[in-house]
């Protein structure tokens, strides 16, 4: 059974074996490939036309389906490994083991954000961006320096707190729990973290960070917790909306997986606490 544990309180050897199972993925070309998908779907996701990865309800199945997939693949390295989650509102400093040099590295450097240590280093040969939106092959980050914050786990729970998934208009400008978690109104739980680690990961070109599997693990536990909290409101809307996916209608690139097939975690994974 798959574990999904705090990166906080991996060991030394898990985190050696997850950042391995990167590593052959890279070497592969598989990696990338997720990379090419994630990218596709932030450019044709629009507000007034079909949406089904971002500002749309079906963030977090399309999301929890992406994250599945790349366990998948991380587990056809090494049967061991499991996507960590990093929970940001409590493990927030730049000097969290999460940026040490033995698990992701940290910050760029100021010049030109090129990360300088850690097994993503483009110093170390072994993680050339590929897929990208300008000339730079190197990983690129600046935590923190744009001025923003992480969120607070007291703005963690006034978002936790909404009762209802999602309402109309179904995208960035919509009020309810999906929108509020993505961010594009109210106190901002997902965007401002892309934002906060800067480089690749404030880009459409994101995964090319592997913080990028680590921060959506968390808002995907984030979804459990609200599911759990809400036992009685579900995933909307239920039929009938165009350019949205409803609850049973399947979802692209995958066209056979649905969000009612996706509300449940339990089959797939659990989480450590
Ligand atoms: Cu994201």
Known sequence: MTVRKNQASLTAEEKRRFVAALL??????????????????IVSDTDHGGRTGHRSPSFLPWHRRFLLEFERALQSVDASVA?????????????SSLWAPDFLGGSGRSRDGRVMDGPFAASTGNWPVTVRVDGR???????????????????VESVLSMDTYDMPPWNSGS???????????????????????????????????????????????LW???????????????????????????????HD?????????????AFDA
């Open 24 to 41: 052959e993925l890279k070497r592969s070309g598989r990696y990338d490939a997720f990379v090419t998908t994630h990218n596709a779907f």
């Open 137 to 155: 092959t190197y990983l690129r980050r600046a935590l923190g320096a744009g001025g923003r914050t992480l969120p607070t786990r007291a703005e």
């Open 175 to 221: 009020d309810g729990f999906r929108n509020h978690l993505e961010g594009w109104r109210g106190v901002d739980l997902h965007n401002r973290v892309h934002v906060w680690v800067g480089g690749h990961m404030a880009t459409g070109v994101s995964p090319n960070d592997p913080v990028f599997w680590l921060h959506h693990a968390y808002i995907d536990k």
């Open 257 to 269: 997986t649905t969000p009612a097939d996706l509300l449940d975690h339990t089959p797939h994974y």
């Open 83 to 95: 996507l960590p989650y990093w929970d940001w509102s409590t493990d927030g400093s730049v000097r």
């Open 224 to 254: 459990a917790e609200w599911q759990r909290r809400h036992p009685g409101s579900g995933y909307l809307p239920t039929a009938g909306t165009p350019d949205v996916v409803d609850l049973n209608e399947t979802m692209r690139p995958w």
